[in-house]
């Protein structure tokens, strides 16, 4: 039923989207956070290396005898080559006269602040370098001079360590984002299962079942069940009313009906007229059809009622049906039906005796109806595994090929029930009692069935059963 209702998308997809594609956000937001953290580390890591190296040498600085002498210690170039491999440069010069080491070593943009290291990313031989630059001003013969130490190293190192920060950081987002997505995937599916349990929960019940629903559901979810209750009672009094309606319509419209039938018969016997007779006739005809179904729709009204909250008592299903064939046995004998029974002891099952009694009473009824004058119907209880059959036979010649499986629907007869009173509702009822209880009704030709053999020879026929589970 659900397929031909629009859809505007799924509630637990839209939220796991949402969440994920959230959980997609933040995980690249910490990627880049992480690489930029780290990148900035290693980074200040790096240029404190280099300015430390730096601070060495310019610390090995001194005047003697009127020049400036540098005594390059071992470690300033030494703690370079413990962090890499990479290639170490560097130039010291005074003012524009290089003193020792690399002369074409790039120059930085403008004069370095004094006291203070400069850092800049330069190219060098091919290569991109890391260098700090290092001022400061001596006294040499009376006279200011300016002192420049620059230290400069190859990134190779750095950019290998950058890289694998980088994986690191790759895997960091990337484990953020599976957690995240199972957390978000988990968060969908626990915020849907509250609707999903109360729409299992309806579905569960069966098509009278209007009690409202009392299960705990989230706050956000109280408008919903609180509309679903008010429409379960709004169609549980609907269906009571209408109810009502056939039982009270049916009681006032037997009692009518059987006035009328009574005096159509006795101006029946006092007309002469053929013609006139005849209309009588059809009127009588007419008169039973309607008070038939009046007194079938009260017993399916009736039925339905009471299966609204079936009552469970112990029912002995042969002595029932013995009542029954008891009370019908007069109505048989006007058609020169004859009754036969093969009902003995069995367990009792669990059930409503009044519904059925119903049940057994029209399947009953019907036989008789629709049997020929001087046939044979025949009641048989049996005990078949775990359940009870109870079969009743008649010789009224079956129902046509193909034509059994629509029998039990309302109002629905079989071809050879032309000029037949009936309503329909006959094995409507009878059907709906039994699946009431539990069971099934099954319909077959009579010749498959067995049962106590007649005193005429059998002529073709239907069996109706009624199959109820003992628990």
């Known amino acids: 039923m659900s397929r031909g209702l629009p859809t505007s998308g799924s509630i637990r997809r839209r939220l796991t989207l949402q969440l ?14 992480v690489l930029s953290f780290t990148r900035d580390v290693s980074q200040q890591t790096h240029d404190s290396i280099l300015a430390a190296s730096a601070t060495s040498i310019m610390d090995s600085v ?15 170039l030494s703690m370079l080559g413990n962090v890499s491999n990479d290639r170490v440069f560097y130039r ?13 070593l790039p120059l930085p943009d403008g004069a370095p602040p004094r006291g203070q290291p400069r850092f800049d990313t330069l ?61 978000a995937i988990w968060a969908a599916q626990s915020s849907i299962r509250p609707l999903a349990e109360l729409a299992e929960a309806v579905s569960r019940r069966g098509p009278k079942d209007l009690r409202p629903v009392r299960r705990p559901v989230p706050s956000e979810m109280i408008p919903l069940v609180t509309s679903l209750n008010r429409f379960i009672e709004r169609l549980r009094v609907s269906l009571s009313r209408s109810e009502d309606f056939i039982a009270e319509a049916a009681h006032r419209v037997r009692t009518p009906l059987a006035t009328v039938r009574t005096q159509a018969e006795i101006t029946l016997r006092r007309v002469e007229r053929d013609e006139n007779r005849a209309a009588l006739r059809e009127m009588i005809r007419a008169i039973d059809e309607s008070s038939r179904a009046a007194g079938q729709l009260l017993d399916h009204a009736m039925v339905t009622f009471r299966t609204d909250s079936l009552l ?27 009754l036969h029974s093969d009902l003995p002891q069995t367990p009792p099952l669990s059930g409503d005796p009044i519904l059925i009694q119903n049940a057994v009473r029209n399947l009953l009824d019907n036989a008789i109806k629709y049997a020929p004058s ?10 078949e595994g775990a359940e009870l059959r109870l079969s009743i036979i008649d010789e009224a010649g079956g129902f046509p090929s193909g034509d059994t499986d629509a029998l039990t629907a309302r109002f629905a007869r079989g071809a050879n029930a032309e000029g037949t ?9 009878a059907r709906e009692v039994v699946e009431a209880h539990g069971g099934r009704l099954t319909i077959a030709p009579s010749q498959a069935t067995s049962g106590p053999p007649a005193a005429s020879p059998r002529r073709e026929g239907s069996c109706v059963s009624l199959c109820f589970p003992m628990s």
């Open 312 to 338: 469970r008592e112990e029912v002995d299903l042969g002595a029932l049906s013995r009542e029954l064939l008891n009370r019908l046995r007069p109505i048989a004998e006007l058609k020169d039906i004859a």
């Open 123 to 183: 190219h060098y031989k091919g290569d991109s370098i890391r260098m700090v630059t290092l001022a400061r001003r001596v006294s040499l013969n009376g006279q200011v001079s300016d002192v420049v130490i620059s230290v400069a190293q190859t990134r190779e190192g750095q950019a290998a360590q950058l890289a694998e920060l980088t994986r690191n950081a790759l895997q960091l987002g990337l484990g953020f984002f599976m957690i995240a997505a199972f957390l």
């Open 421 to 429: 009173i009936g309503s329909g509702l006959g094995l409507t009822i």
């Open 374 to 383: 001087e046939s044979d119907i025949q009641v048989i209880l049996r005990k």
């Open 92 to 104: 010291i010069a005074q003012d524009d006269s290089v003193l020792t080491g690399y002369a074409d």
């Open 62 to 76: 001194s005047v003697r005898s009127g020049e400036v002498s540098v005594d390059i210690p071992y470690a300033a």
């Open 20 to 33: 994920v594609g959230s959980a997609a956000f933040l995980a690249s937001l910490l990627f880049v956070i």
